[in-house]
């Protein structure tokens, strides 16, 4: 039975190399006025909208900027804390609760929400093929453990917490002007419309940038799976920081970090048996069908 190596930091379980001082650092930073963060459950798409949200920062005279050069203007702030936040004009990431976040109602928030069941699918790939998360004394999930994954997943034992619970604390924010909420499954549908979306949130320079439909296409094309995976696999060890390449595995190759990035890939994953267990939990609680109700763009 496979188990998350994990550490608890105010309630909240963390990955065993992270360093308290990081973690403590992410849930104490309030971002400031206008300073924009993307804040999501691991694996619902946050590298796809930082990825957009980097290019569209980095858009320069030559067209988009290199995959690695977007990827290192994106702080996780659990993983690195908020140094470079001061000096290098970077945004922010962050898989925390929201109730164990600092917020700023006059900051920029951009919520990433994803359907429970590819979210499930993607972190135990994400555990699996990322070795960041991996120490010797680790056991790693490996092919045939996906159930026992999907179980500790539904029990809430997963590093970030409980799904639902997460989602729910930065539901009961969603409304607020500074707070764009995006649903990765509409997202998938209307890609190039999101990332007007996503900039005319950010606004200035950026939303102007995005009414030139040439920008827009490069943009579109830059943010691809394809591309992403192509960027960012063979080189995303170089962005991890010291202090947790200290403590992780050497990969044997290229990190798949970018997998598949589809919706519907639960299908090929799920018994009937664990399909049950998912519907009796999200059944389990009222509040969970407001989370589910962002999803039904699936059923259209």
Not at 184 to 198: A, F, L, N, Q
Not at 216 to 226: A, G, N, R, S
Request: charged letters at 25%; glycine letters at 6%.
């Amino acid at each position: 039975m496979w188990k998350f190596p994990k550490k608890d930091i105010r309630g909240v379980a963390m990955p065993t190399i992270f360093t308290d001082e990081t973690i403590l650092a992410a849930m104490d930073h309030r971002p400031g006025d206008g300073e924009l963060l993307v804040a999501t459950y691991p694996k619902c798409g946050t590298t796809w909208v930082s990825h957009i949200v980097g290019h569209l920062l980095c858009y320069g005279v030559d067209g988009p900027a290199d995959g690695m050069e977007v990827m290192q203007k994106t702080v996780f702030l659990e993983m690195e804390g908020t140094a470079r936040l001061d000096s290098e004009n970077c945004f922010a990431k962050t898989h925390l609760p929201f109730d164990k976040s600092t917020f700023n109602p006059k900051a920029k928030y951009i919520w990433v929400v994803r359907n429970p069941r590819d979210t499930c699918v993607s972190y135990y790939h994400h555990v699996k093929n990322v070795p960041v998360h991996l120490r010797e004394d680790d056991v790693a999930p490996k092919t045939g453990f996906f159930n026992d994954f999907a179980e500790e997943f539904i029990k809430g034992e997963a590093w970030s917490g409980d799904y639902f619970d997460h989602l729910l604390g930065w539901y009961s924010i969603k409304q607020l002007p500074n707070v764009l909420t995006i649903v990765y499954e509409e997202m998938k549908k209307d890609p190039k419309g999101h990332i007007v979306k996503i900039a005319e949130f950010i606004g200035g320079k950026v939303a102007e940038l995005a009414k030139n439909p040439k920008v827009l296409d490069e943009i579109q094309e830059v943010t691809t799976v394809k591309k992403m995976q192509e960027a960012i696999n063979p080189h995303i060890m170089e962005i991890v920081p010291a202090h947790v390449k200290q403590n992780m595995e050497d990969p044997d190759g290229p990190v798949l970090f970018i997998r598949k990035g589809i919706v519907g890939d639960w299908k090929n994953h799920f018994t009937p048996e664990l399909e049950e267990k998912f519907k009796a939990w999200i059944a389990s609680k009222p509040e969970h069908q407001k989370i589910m109700d962002l999803f039904k763009v699936m059923a259209e």
